[in-house]
């Protein structure tokens, strides 16, 4: 629309003012929304002098790697590097099962991935700007204030470390969520990307409870794939705040397909509708649709046997399971 238009224009505009005709800038993408928008604004406004960083730590759900790799890059003309950082943080989270640890590893892993890579990008000439996809209601949960601390710095991968090297550059700053999705589609963002309902940084390594391995992502991949088919199919999405798909990774049920009886692990579907994540109900998605993932996820990932409805409202349960 002609109004987006100009708010890209005028963010643009600031950047460019901010950044000068020299200077370079570093983003991190996270396959979310707001990274990607903040970041194809700076790219129109200073083109190659910014450097994309995608940490693929291996957690992403199915097909939002190559969403970042291909689609945002050839949506946007990005200059991208892409780390497949997947075997560190595997090895990292080895045998963890306490959530809490979980984030901390991956934090951890994360920031020294970037942290390489920074020293890469710098070898080529010093970078003073470092892009973050903070909105509004980030800046004032935080207190308003400038700095490299913001609220989702704090359980996020995508938090950076305090890094005053860099001077911020926060494109995203003025802007609610949903004026965010409209600028990306203004800026012509993959419709997945820009539609991409809330998920966390740590990934589906907070969706498998108990330890992580190559295998549960695996299998968690696919059922969740199926889950926000379905839900997409059924025309749910904008209901939905999100729907997390979680893996019951270390309990295991009898059930029977064909002749044999089977032995496998359960995943729990969390729809929830939300404002702001702070409370939520469980959404009363019609059994109809619930029938056809359950049957879906049985019949086609062969290590899980039943799917189970949480029907918890936030308090007293969290939204994720970890
Ligand atoms: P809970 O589970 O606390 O989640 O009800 C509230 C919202 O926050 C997301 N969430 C996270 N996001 N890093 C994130 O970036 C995290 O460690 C994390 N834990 C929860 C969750 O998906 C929901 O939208």
Redesign the pocket.
């Known amino acids: 629309s002609w109004t987006m238009l100009n708010i890209v224009e005028e963010a643009v505009e600031a950047v460019r003012a901010q950044i000068g005709p020299e200077g370079r800038a570093i983003c991190a993408l996270s396959g979310g929304v707001d990274s990607a928008v903040a970041a194809a604004v700076v790219q129109r406004a200073i083109g190659d002098r910014l450097t994309c960083v995608f940490v693929d730590h291996g957690l992403l759900r199915k097909g939002e790697a190559e969403q970042v790799e291909r689609d945002f890059v050839a949506a946007t003309g990005v200059k991208l590097r892409v780390v497949d950082a997947a075997d560190r943080f595997l090895k990292a989270l080895d045998g963890v099962t306490d959530p809490e640890e979980k ?1 901390k590893i991956i934090g951890r892993e994360f920031i020294r991935v970037f942290e390489d890579e920074q020293r890469a990008i710098i070898a080529d000439g010093p970078v003073d700007f470092l892009v973050q996809g903070t909105l509004y209601p980030d800046v004032v949960e935080s207190g308003g204030g400038t700095g490299t601390a913001n609220i989702k710095s704090h ?2 991968v995508g938090g950076l470390p305090d890094d005053l090297q860099f001077q911020l550059v926060e494109p995203l700053r003025a802007l609610f969520k949903d004026e965010v999705r409209r600028a990306g589609e203004e800026l012509g963002l993959p419709a997945a990307m820009v539609w991409r309902q ?5 990934g589906l390594g ?1 969706r498998i409870v108990g330890a992580v391995s190559r295998e549960r992502l695996e299998i968690l991949r696919e059922a969740d794939a199926i889950a926000r088919e379905e839900l997409s199919r059924a025309g749910l999405d904008r209901e939905i705040w ?1 729907c997390p798909v979680v893996l019951l990774a270390d309990v295991r049920s009898v059930g029977v397909q064909g002749d044999g009886r089977t032995y496998g692990h359960p995943v729990v579907l969390r729809p929830v509708s939300s404002e702001d ?1 702070m409370t939520a109900d469980w959404s009363r998605v019609p059994y109809d649709v619930l029938a056809r993932i359950s049957t879906r996820i049985t019949n086609e990932v062969r290590e899980v046997n039943r799917v189970v409805l949480d029907v918890t409202s ?1 308090p007293p349960g ?3 399971w970890e």
């Open positions: 984030r359980h996020n809330p998920f966390p940084g740590p907070i999100q994540a936030k969290t939204i994720e």
